[in-house]
């Protein structure tokens, strides 16, 4: 009896040390939004007045970014982003587009800078996992990526850049 209860309460232990571990480890997180489907629209506006709005880039490859700057495999998963943009910042038919879960404005903007974003669409509302952004996108977990074609289509999804990478070259033919 006694061997049953400590058995039991190390599963209870456990089990809160496994999602915390899992939550930091990039390559982890699972997407709902089903592929391929049409990027929800929806047309946000932020506490300091940027909008979000991916549909405004139709006709282009637009790289969709979920992060904060409170998940370590975010942070790892930014200098994997930064490759990539540095492949196709002088391409005008790639977009890069990060939507931050954060709630704490100066350590969104500190992330941003510390791993040198340099892309031009940040967008943060401070609303962490209830703001409307990640709602539409059925975000549950950070990172998340998702590769968005010219004509508006979600066409992958993944929790590190290395998965919708290979793509990108295909859908700018």
Request: net charge positive; proline share 3%; glycine share 4%.
């Amino acid at each position: 009896m006694k061997n049953r209860i400590l058995t039991a309460l190390g599963l209870l232990l456990a089990l809160p040390i496994f999602f915390i571990i899992y939550s930091f480890f990039p390559g982890q997180a699972t997407t709902h939004l089903k592929t391929p489907t049409s990027a929800p629209t929806l047309l946000v506006m932020d506490g300091q007045g940027d909008t979000f709005n991916v549909t405004k880039f139709k006709g282009k490859v637009v790289i969709l970014n979920f992060w904060a700057s409170w998940s370590k495999a975010s942070r790892l998963e930014n200098k994997n982003l930064l490759r990539i943009y540095q492949k196709y910042k002088n391409n005008n038919k790639v977009v890069f587009y990060s939507v931050s879960l954060d709630t704490d404005e100066q350590s969104w903007k500190a992330a941003i800078e510390e791993d040198e974003c340099k892309w031009l669409n940040h967008y943060c509302d401070f609303k962490k996992y209830n703001s409307p952004v990640a709602i539409a996108y059925e975000i549950k977990t950070i990172p998340t990526f998702y590769l968005i074609d010219k004509s508006s289509m979600v066409t992958k999804s993944g929790a590190n850049v290395a998965d919708i990478e290979a793509a990108i070259d295909g859908l700018l033919k």
